[in-house]
């Protein structure tokens, strides 16, 4: 069995170290990367490589810094050339990117079977590009992984027990990698202080509108009197707030380059809490015990908002400090497996190799 597996940001590289290692282990599938080149940045691309042992991509398509179709049109075109090509049996996509869409949509129309690694997520806000994508991505797949009952629940939902597709809770793979990787986390760099609150801010719905931005670094500001603030911050945050100018910022916000993966486990063990719009780093903060503050209006895991482990701060001040009042007066309790058992790259694998 040959698998054609497109990547090309930050948490697919993530997600499909986990998944490439389960497919190593397996003698009769052949796996090729190919990296679209949506992150490019050193500390947002090779890095993951070097770190996670992530087989080489076979093809880099460097395609990045676009709009939005131009980005999704260019990958589709490169994708579909070299699908041709390779003639896969199966093309693996995860998440709700771009790359995820393009690499998706191309396999479908040569009627090449699609594996969506995170299917069934919604946020229920189309105004959410993610959102766009992983609809779409979901409908022309073959075979949907699953994170969560919720996701399977989302996907009958929408229709799918009647669509000529195989819906599947796998479990989180990410949960397989913080488990893999927990125990070979670095230590903290020597300049990251003992008590610490671990933030990232990326997401286009806050980054592109000014008044959130700021409302959200002032909340930043005003935490940061109690205790320090670290942020490894995403090159598009970086650029805008440099326009916005950063004089009247906390000195107690340590605002870093992106980290590597290694690093970001360990800040998550040795943190207090965690703030953030990533999908992801809210299940990690999960995975590690921290409660989490979203910085959006929305989650796709509802599961941690219901168990009280993750509160939605949105973008208001006034919301994010009293979000972190009520994490700082109340302890949490964190419930067990609600992302599988930290075997769900076996389980797609195995899945895939029977079927
Ligand atoms: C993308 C995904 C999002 C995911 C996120 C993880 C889409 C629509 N969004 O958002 O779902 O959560 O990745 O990080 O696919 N840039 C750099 N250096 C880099 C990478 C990006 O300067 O290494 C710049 C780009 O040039 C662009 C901006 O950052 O101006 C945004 O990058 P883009 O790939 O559009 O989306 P992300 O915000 O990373």
Known sequence: ????????????FIKAAAVSRAIAAHKSIEEIIIHTGQHFDDNMSRVFFDELNIPQPLYNLDIHSLNHGAMTGRMLEKLEELMLIEKPDIVLVYGDTNSTLAGA???????????HVEAGLR????????????????RIST???????????????????DQPC???????????????????????EADIPPDF???????AENTDHADRLKSILEAFNSIAEEIPIVLPLHPRTRKIMNNLGQSKLSSNLLILEPQGYLQMISMLKNCKMVMTDSGGLQK???????PCITLRTETEWVELINSGVNKLGRFEKENILKAYKEFSDFPVDFPESLYGNGDASQKIIRFLKEF
């Open 1 to 12: 069995m040959k698998i054609l597996t497109v990547i090309g940001a930050r948490p697919q």
């Open 105 to 115: 949509l191309a396999a479908s129309k040569l009627h090449i079977s699609v594996a």
């Open 197 to 203: 609150i671990l933030a990232t801010l990326h997401r």
């Open 123 to 138: 946020s229920f806000n189309m105004q959410m590009p993610e959102e766009v994508n992983r609809i779409l991505t979901d």
């Open 284 to 290: 990690e903060a999960y995975f590690f015990r921290k």
């Open 166 to 188: 195989h819906v599947f809770n796998s479990g989180d793979v990410m949960y397989d990698a913080a488990l893999y990787y927990a125990d070979r986390a670095k230590k903290p």
């Open 143 to 161: 075979f949907l992984f699953c994170p969560t009952t919720k996701a399977v629940e989302n996907l009958r939902k929408e229709g799918f027990e």
